[in-house]
């Protein structure tokens, strides 16, 4: 008899190809595509005029077409309710160039809709964005999109709000202005989405924009000569400081860290610095040093300086001091339990930035004491 996970892995293989023989790839998430993968062996089979078929010709090296993909595969899952009047395709055409040829493709990516005259496919040359290609495929086929509206993290302002937000003396904001013609605001979008998402827990670093074909007034008080144009108005400075490195998740993440004194890694959480108070980081060092009987003064003096502190965290120190005067092993029990948490799925993002917080603050008590890999010698 087989075991039950050769069977599960077994039928796992057989749900993977079949799906390709079928041109409906599984995604990496294990959620299915709604994207049809079409190659030279189902093409014709596919695009048989029985219904419209929209088919992007793509490379797999192209920058523009991996800006494309995850639009693409939303706008697939925006109509895969009406699979029997439209289907969304791709095709690639670096593997399939002889597809590519039969339909003048000469860049990537090219967009083509397939209807009953599949000789003369209409070509698309519209925005690359979700509500631009659902409308002309509306507009082509008369199939609605079912559109579910992703939470947005990348605040918008406006002329009478801007003040308040960006000028905020307890803040520092980071501004994008913008046109929605631009390619290159196009371009950056998704990736200065994903920068507002991994700072949205952080309230005194914002990640905004402005649409300045609409707000003209703030792009020339800004002196804002193209598209897209950011600028860093800083915590207590009325003067932007010109944003000019680069536009990858990275340069971005690091350049609010350094500016808003923050501790964000790319892809979002928090590095291994976040939430360390330097004061309360000495009296820890004191704390270690310190005879046993001098240690609850020092746990006082802690509780003391923690009262002053405006940062949260600062009690926390105070909590793990006082556990270990009585229980030696707090410190390796607690990062396993808080481990234990932090592999939860179900995890807000507030809640996993406070657990790896409290993290970081026992790992700077396990690297200062004694014997730090195993019982704390105290």
């Not at 995604?27 to 089979?45: C, E, G, K, R, Y």
């Not at 659902?134 to 507009?139: S, V």
């Not at 003040?163 to 200065?192: I, M, N, R």
């Not at 976040?274 to 060092?285: C, E, K, S, T, Y």
Request: glycine content about 6%; some cysteine.
């Amino acid at each position: 008899m087989f075991s039950s996970h050769f069977r599960l892995a077994l039928a796992t293989l057989f749900l993977v190809l079949g799906a390709a023989l079928l041109g409906k790839p599984v995604q990496a998430d294990d959620q299915p595509s709604h994207v049809v993968d079409l190659t030279i062996d189902n093409f014709d089979a596919v695009v048989d005029g029985s219904k419209a078929v929209f088919v992007e010709f793509y490379a797999p090296w192209c920058g523009h077409c991996k800006t494309l993909a995850p639009i693409y595969e939303q706008l697939a899952g925006a109509f895969a309710h009406a699979k029997d009047t439209v289907v969304i395709a791709k095709v690639n055409a670096d593997d399939h160039r002889s597809l590519g040829a039969r339909y003048d493709v000469q860049g990537f990516p090219t967009l083509k809709l397939f209807t009953t005259d599949l000789k003369n496919p209409l070509a698309y040359d519209k925005g690359r964005d979700l509500e631009s290609l659902a409308q002309f495929i509306t507009d082509q086929t008369g199939a609605a999109p079912r559109i579910t509206k992703e939470k947005t993290y990348t605040r918008s302002l406006t002329t009478a709000e801007f003040d308040s937000v960006a000028l905020d003396p307890t803040k520092g904001v980071l501004v994008e202005f913008y046109a929605p013609w631009c390619g290159h605001c196009k371009q950056l979008a998704p990736t200065y989405e994903k920068v507002a998402k991994i700072f949205a827990n952080e309230p005194n670093c914002l990640v905004t924009k402005v649409d300045a074909t609409v707000e003209p007034e703030l792009g020339t008080r800004y002196d804002v000569q193209g598209y897209p144009t950011l600028k860093f108005f800083p915590a207590g400075s009325d003067t932007p400081i010109e944003y000019d490195v680069g536009r990858t998740e990275e340069d971005l993440v690091t350049f609010l860290n350094t500016h808003c004194g923050t501790h964000r890694l790319p892809g979002g959480g928090l590095d291994a610095q976040a939430g360390l108070v330097d004061r309360m980081n000495q009296l820890v060092n004191d704390f270690v040093k310190s005879a046993e009987s001098g240690r609850q003064q020092i746990v006082a003096k802690a509780e003391e300086t923690a009262q002053g502190l405006k940062d949260q965290y600062a009690k926390y120190y105070v909590k793990v001091m006082t556990k270990l005067v009585s229980n030696r092993d707090f410190i390796s029990k607690e990062i396993t339990r808080l481990d234990k948490i932090l592999k939860k799925r179900d995890l807000t993002a507030a809640n996993a930035d406070s657990f790896n917080i409290r993290k970081n603050i026992l790992d700077f008590f396990k690297q200062v004491l004694p014997n730090a890999g195993g019982h704390q010698e105290l």
